[in-house]
Structure formats: structure tokens, C-alpha cells
């Protein structure tokens, strides 16, 4: 009980000097501020940047392989791909028949082209020729109408499926099912509008809501497919056995290539761990210059307390020693001034987390989805704390050993 009373008198005590020294203790707490804010903007905006990858990547798919020319990630001498041949529609054909086990092969491909209603025009949309299955792979239906049949495969029906993007830019309050869209020469049909599904602009991703589906025979007829490359997206038919199954996609593409068994790929498989594993490295080297950086902040903000706290220490030398005369024990003193060290960069502490709040809502209103987490908020006080207590430790000890007939006589 003593001991709890010795710790709240010296609480009171710490306040009370901060009080009495307002100006010296707000210039104090400035540095600790821009720390704080600092390791908390770093933080939240990793964690942002992370969440909204990781909801724009889901779009890939988490059990779907995507055979193409080149590799997502480049690991290698950029020259052992450019040579690669194309993928042809031919191929991912062939593919898809001999992958009778995989619940969906999709051959796409896809262009940039200017569309056009009325009089209002939107330029270099992504436009994708695939199959009906694409549904399946997205995990993304429409909104309102439906999306590519295998009719609309047959029989190369000029119909598409538009972004909801496209259809809040070009269509405005109007229904855009059953409209003519021209894309590039040709017109399609609006037979669906997608739900929205966010982008990935932020990393130099797609932005999903501004796409076009449309059959890939009917693409082929309108854009020509000869010299086109395509893609191949394959769904696996079980997740916990994906690594199995990529060894069967490569040696059917082989057998397809025409790849001799002392020849390399001339393909890529491609995954979202792959994105995901290139990403998270990535992520991890700039979050720790960012924490080196913002460290740097909050060395000068200790070193400032440090600085202010020995002088706390000189000027109150004959308080000490009168404390000490008293029956003040050493711990008493050194908790004291360890308290006020701590309250200083405490109170610097939420005053730069909430500064942070409103960078946070200023980075979500202007930038992307973001907001301070609970456990973020509690590490920026945790940290707060703990540079009080290391930057007032060497003050606090000095203060605890001085010698009371010395203190006493000190001027």
C-alpha cells in the first residue's frame, strides 16, 4: 500500500513540475510528436497499402494458375523471355480439352480501345475477349442483367458485359441494358453491368470497374486473333493440391509447344502466391526504411527530453536534497523523475496519435481505404512510454544518487 502511495505522490509531482513549466515541456513533447505521427502514418499506411492488395489481388484468385508469355515477376535476364512465342487461342483450346479435371479453362485476351455512347466517349478501355467461365474465376457477378453465355460463344454474338465504372461515366442515370455500345469500329450490346469490385491502380493493377467482357470468338472476329497474344487462366479442381496440378498444366503446354525434354519453358506460370510472396518482400524493405527513417525522429525527440530532464534535475538539485534529508528514499526520486520523462513523451504520444487519425482520414478520403488500428494506436503509446523511461533513465539515476548534504548546498 505504501509503495502504491509513493507511486502516485510522485505521479502528482511529475505533473506538477510539467505544469509549472508549460512552454519547455509543449517544445519538448514536439519532438516525440513528429516521431509518433511519424511510426504511425508508416504503419497505417503499410497496413492500408497491404488490406487493399490483398482485396484487389483476390480478384486473381487464390486456387487459379494463369499460363502466359512472360512471368508476373521478373527473377531473371529479361532477354531469356522476349524471344518467347506467343500464346495462341489454338493452344488454350487444346489445353482446356486435355485438363479435363480442371473446373475452368479460360483462353482471354484483351486491348485498350476508345468507347463511345451518344456523345460521350471514354478512351483506352480495357476490353476482354474470354469465355463464360470467366465468372468463375473472378468471384464477381453482375449487378444487373448477365453475363457471356457459351451461346454468346458459338455463335460470336457482338454483346458485352461493362464495369459499373463504365456505366457511371458514360451511361449516368440511364439504364444501360440493351443499349449499343460502340467499342472501337464495332457496336455490342449491353446485356449486364458488373458489381463493384475496387481496383488496383495503387499498384499499378487494373481498375476492375472499368472493363469490358465480351465473347472471345466475338472479340477475335471484330479485333482479329492471328498475332494476338492470349492468356490462359486454369482453376484448379483442389486448392490443397495446387502445386501437383501445376506439374500437369506444364507438361500438357509442353506436349502442346512442342518443347523437346532438353528444351526450357517457353511459358509462364503464373499465381497470385507469386504476386502476393514479390509484394510482401517488397512491403517489408520499404516499412523498415520507413521505421529506420521515422526512428531517426524519435532519437531527437529522447535526446531532447534527455537534455530537459537534466536540467529539471539541476535546478531542483536543492529540492532533492531536502526530499532526501526528509526520508525520501533514492527509488522515490528515481521514480519521480521517471514518471515526468514518461508523461512528457506520453502526453507527446497521443497528441501525435491523434494527429495521425487525421492524416489517416485524410489518406482514406483522398487516397485509398485507411484508418489507425487498435493495435497500431496502442504500439505508437507503447513506444511513446518507453521513450520516456530510456530517454529520463541516465536524468532520473543522476538525480536518485545525489548526495543530500550536497544537494543541500548547492547553489
Same mark, same amino acid.
Given at each position: 500500500m505504501r509503495t502504491i502511495l509513493e507511486k502516485i505522490e510522485s505521479l502528482k509531482i511529475a505533473f506538477a513540475a510539467i505544469k509549472s513549466n508549460k512552454s519547455r515541456a #509543449? !517544445? =519538448?513533447?514536439?519532438?516525440?510528436?513528429?516521431?509518433?505521427?511519424?511510426? *504511425? +502514418?508508416?504503419?497505417?499506411?503499410?497496413? %492500408?497499402?497491404?488490406?487493399?492488395?490483398?482485396?484487389?489481388?483476390?480478384?486473381?484468385?487464390?486456387?487459379?494458375?494463369?499460363?502466359?508469355?512472360?512471368?508476373?515477376?521478373?527473377?531473371?535476364?529479361?532477354?531469356?523471355?522476349?524471344?518467347?512465342? #506467343? !500464346? =495462341?487461342f489454338k493452344q488454350?483450346?487444346?489445353?482446356?480439352?486435355?485438363? *479435363? +479435371?480442371?473446373?475452368?479453362?479460360?483462353? %482471354?485476351?484483351?486491348?485498350?480501345?476508345?468507347?463511345?455512347?451518344?456523345?460521350r466517349i471514354m478512351g483506352r478501355v480495357p476490353v476482354i475477349g474470354t469465355t463464360e467461365q470467366q465468372v468463375q474465376i473472378m468471384d464477381a457477378y453482375p449487378k444487373y442483367g448477365r453475363f457471356i453465355t457459351s451461346l454468346d460463344v458459338q455463335y460470336k454474338k457482338f454483346v458485352c458485359v461493362i464495369g459499373?465504372?463504365?456505366?457511371?461515366?458514360?451511361?449516368?442515370?440511364?439504364d444501360p441494358l440493351n443499349k449499343d455500345l460502340k467499342i472501337g469500329r464495332y457496336k455490342f450490346r449491353i446485356i449486364g453491368v458488373m458489381e463493384k469490385r475496387g481496383s488496383a491502380g495503387n499498384f499499378g493493377g487494373p481498375n476492375f470497374d472499368r472493363q469490358i467482357f465480351v465473347p472471345i470468338s466475338a472479340f477475335i472476329k471484330a479485333y482479329g486473333g492471328f498475332n494476338r497474344q492470349f492468356d490462359i487462366a486454369v482453376k484448379v479442381p483442389d486448392q490443397a493440391d495446387m502445386e501437383n496440378f501445376k506439374y500437369e498444366?506444364?507438361?500438357?503446354?509442353?506436349?502442346?509447344?512442342?518443347?523437346?525434354?532438353?528444351?526450357?519453358?517457353?511459358?509462364?506460370?503464373?499465381?497470385?502466391?507469386?504476386?502476393?510472396?514479390?509484394?510482401?518482400?517488397?512491403?517489408?524493405?520499404?516499412?523498415?526504411?520507413?521505421?529506420?527513417?521515422?526512428?531517426?525522429?524519435?532519437?531527437?525527440?529522447?535526446?531532447?527530453?534527455?537534455?530537459?530532464?537534466?536540467?529539471s534535475v539541476t535546478e531542483r538539485t536543492r529540492e532533492i536534497g531536502i526530499r532526501k534529508a526528509i526520508g525520501?528514499?533514492?527509488?522515490?526520486?528515481?521514480?519521480?523523475?521517471?514518471?515526468?520523462?514518461?508523461?512528457?513523451?506520453?502526453?507527446?504520444?497521443?497528441?501525435?496519435?491523434?494527429?495521425?487519425?487525421?492524416?489517416?482520414?485524410?489518406?482514406?478520403?483522398?487516397?485509398?481505404?485507411?484508418?489507425?488500428?487498435?493495435?497500431?494506436?496502442?504500439?505508437?503509446?507503447?513506444?511513446s512510454i518507453l521513450v520516456g523511461v530510456l530517454s529520463g533513465l541516465i536524468p532520473a539515476l543522476k538525480a536518485a544518487r545525489l548526495n543530500p548534504i550536497d544537494a543541500l548546498h548547492y547553489e
Open positions: #509543449i !517544445l =519538448t513533447t514536439l519532438g516525440i510528436v513528429i516521431g509518433i505521427v511519424a511510426v *504511425t +502514418t508508416t504503419m497505417t499506411t503499410a497496413n %492500408s497499402l497491404v488490406n487493399n492488395f490483398k482485396e484487389s489481388a483476390a480478384a486473381i484468385g487464390t486456387d487459379v494458375y494463369y499460363v502466359s508469355r512472360m512471368p508476373w515477376i521478373f527473377t531473371g535476364n529479361f532477354a531469356d523471355f522476349r524471344n518467347r512465342q #506467343i !500464346l =495462341t488454350g483450346e487444346k489445353l482446356k480439352n486435355e485438363l *479435363t +479435371t480442371a473446373k475452368a479453362v479460360i483462353p %482471354s485476351t484483351g486491348d485498350g480501345l476508345d468507347i463511345k455512347y451518344q456523345s459499373a465504372e463504365i456505366k457511371e461515366e458514360i451511361f449516368k442515370n440511364v498444366i506444364i507438361g500438357q503446354m509442353r506436349q502442346i509447344r512442342k518443347l523437346k525434354p532438353n528444351q526450357k519453358d517457353d511459358f509462364s506460370i503464373n499465381s497470385l502466391d507469386s504476386l502476393m510472396n514479390a509484394f510482401n518482400s517488397i512491403m517489408g524493405v520499404v516499412v523498415l526504411i520507413g521505421l529506420l527513417i521515422t526512428s531517426i525522429s524519435l532519437f531527437v525527440g529522447a535526446i531532447g527530453v534527455m537534455n530537459i530532464m537534466f536540467v525520501a528514499k533514492s527509488r522515490t526520486i528515481l521514480t519521480q523523475f521517471l514518471f515526468e520523462s514518461s508523461a512528457i513523451c506520453l502526453i507527446g504520444g497521443f497528441v501525435g496519435l491523434g494527429l495521425s487519425f487525421g492524416i489517416a482520414k485524410i489518406i482514406d478520403t483522398f487516397l485509398m481505404p485507411a484508418s489507425v488500428s487498435i493495435p497500431v494506436a496502442l504500439i505508437s503509446i507503447f513506444i
